[in-house]
């Protein structure tokens, strides 16, 4: 039996009609708060670093520095719409759910999902960009294929979050009859293909730079730390991975399975956005090298004219015997 707006009547257990006293009632709710806001901070950071790298080079921000801060905007919209659900009880069982919330607490963790996917989206095709700009030829074209089709995948991943109920309302509407639904096995298979999909082009695009930067005039330890910097997308790939075992928890009845894969996908958009300002932040250590010089020479004194001029292009030195890779690396 249902009150006439649908939802079931007021009963023994906070609003549900049965006697839930005896149950478990943990509150994972602050210890998942604590760990979102952690990652979140931790990417803040790393992308603040990264800003602070191109104004100290005088560099001017271009398309990945937006994408970058507008995937940083979303994860924190996600991260706030986490927190607020957890004070209407997630975190919590969902019998210490009072039926009356459970409209807004769908509504808001679908849109939080919604800016999640945003945020890796951008992140990914932050850093591909990034990658763009050190290289030439055939891999130019390897890297648009890789941001056109991780765009389109995880583009109507997110579509799907509002798609997918008809009218659209059932969505956050659990005790509405009319409409329709795609099944939950549809809705997590598409989630785990792009898990799969864009960890496979995270670690695709952290190797892609090797041949090219093995290949540039710049000595061992230089080209030891660019290797590392531009490799950080590794991670990204496996935090990609290890969420998708916590993808079942969409097709869950007790909301309290779901915390893992909110603290994984925030992970997983963190970790993104802080290996795509590692390899900026490389100019920052130069920047201290070059006022506290060690006594060792670099190839050609191009790195040393480099961080006095400022700007690649007003170096001669630095200009001779580079290729478009060189000076697409001096120019993030």
């Given at each position: 039996?249902?009150?006439p707006?649908?939802?079931?009547?007021?009963?023994?257990?906070?609003?549900?009609?049965?006697?839930?006293?005896?149950?478990?009632?943990?509150?994972?709710?602050?210890?998942?708060?604590?760990?979102?806001?952690?990652?979140?901070?931790?990417?803040?950071?790393?992308?603040?670093?990264?800003?602070?790298?191109?104004?100290?080079?005088?560099?001017?921000?271009?398309?990945?520095?937006?994408?970058?801060?507008?995937?940083?905007?979303?994860?924190?919209?996600?991260?706030?719409?986490?927190?607020?659900?957890?004070?209407?009880?997630?975190?919590?069982?969902?019998?210490?759910?009072?039926?009356?919330?459970?409209?807004?607490?769908?509504?808001?963790?679908?849109?939080?999902?919604?800016?999640?996917?945003l945020?890796?989206?951008?992140?990914?095709?932050?850093?591909?960009?990034?990658?763009?700009?050190?290289?030439?030829?055939?891999?130019?074209?390897?890297?648009w294929?890789?941001?056109?089709s991780?765009?389109?995948?995880?583009?109507?991943?997110?579509?799907?979050?509002?798609?997918?109920?008809?009218?659209?309302?059932?969505?956050?509407?659990?005790?509405?009859?009319?409409?329709?639904?795609?099944?939950?096995?549809?809705?997590?298979?598409?989630?785990?293909?792009t898990?799969?999909?864009?960890?496979?082009?995270?670690?695709?695009?952290?190797?892609?730079?090797?041949?090219i930067?093995l290949?540039?005039?710049?000595?061992?330890?230089?080209?030891?730390?660019?290797?590392?910097?531009?490799?950080?997308?590794?991670?990204?790939?496996?935090?990609?991975?290890?969420?998708?075992?916590?993808?079942?928890?969409?097709?869950?009845?007790?909301?309290?399975?779901g915390?893992?894969?909110?603290?994984?996908?925030?992970?997983?958009?963190?970790?993104?956005?802080?290996?795509?300002?590692?390899?900026i932040?490389?100019?920052?250590?130069?920047?201290?090298?070059?006022?506290?010089?060690?006594?060792?020479?670099?190839?050609?004194?191009?790195?040393?004219?480099?961080?006095?001029?400022?700007?690649?292009?007003?170096?001669?030195?630095?200009?001779?015997?580079?290729?478009?890779?060189?000076?697409?690396?001096?120019?993030?």
């Open positions: 039996m249902s009150t707006n649908g939802m079931p009547p007021p009963g023994e257990w906070n609003g549900w009609p049965f006697d839930f006293s005896g149950f478990p009632h943990d509150d994972y709710g602050p210890a998942m708060n604590h760990g979102i806001w952690m990652l979140t901070g931790l990417a803040a950071g790393f992308l603040g670093l990264r800003l602070y790298c191109k104004r100290l080079r005088h560099r001017g921000l271009w398309w990945d520095d937006y994408l970058l801060i507008a995937s940083w905007l979303c994860l924190v919209a996600q991260t706030s719409l986490i927190t607020f659900n957890t004070t209407i009880g997630y975190g919590k069982h969902i019998w210490d759910f009072h039926p009356n919330d459970l409209p807004t607490f769908l509504l808001t963790s679908n849109t939080s999902g919604f800016f999640s996917i945020s890796a989206m951008w992140s990914k095709t932050s850093f591909a960009l990034t990658v763009f700009r050190i290289s030439d030829g055939k891999i130019k074209k390897l890297i294929f890789i941001i056109i991780l765009n389109a995948a995880m583009g109507f991943n997110a579509a799907a979050t509002y798609i997918q109920c008809t009218p659209v309302y059932k969505l956050w509407s659990p005790f509405m009859k009319e409409g329709s639904c795609w099944p939950k096995q549809v809705i997590i298979d598409m989630n785990i293909f898990s799969i999909y864009s960890g496979v082009l995270d670690i695709l695009l952290a190797f892609l730079p090797w041949k930067i290949s540039l005039t710049l000595n061992k330890k230089e080209k030891i730390g660019v290797l590392l910097a531009m490799s950080m997308g590794i991670f990204a790939g496996v935090a990609s991975f290890v969420k998708i075992p916590q993808l079942q928890a969409i097709n869950k009845f007790d909301l309290i399975d915390i893992w894969l909110s603290i994984l996908a925030t992970a997983e958009c963190s970790i993104s956005i802080m290996a795509a300002s590692i390899p932040l490389r100019a920052l250590f130069r920047h201290v090298a070059v006022r506290h010089p060690p006594p060792a020479s670099f190839c050609n004194g191009d790195i040393e004219s480099l961080e006095a001029d400022g700007d690649w292009s007003k170096s001669d030195t630095a200009s001779r015997g580079r290729g478009e890779s060189e000076k697409g690396l001096e120019a993030l």
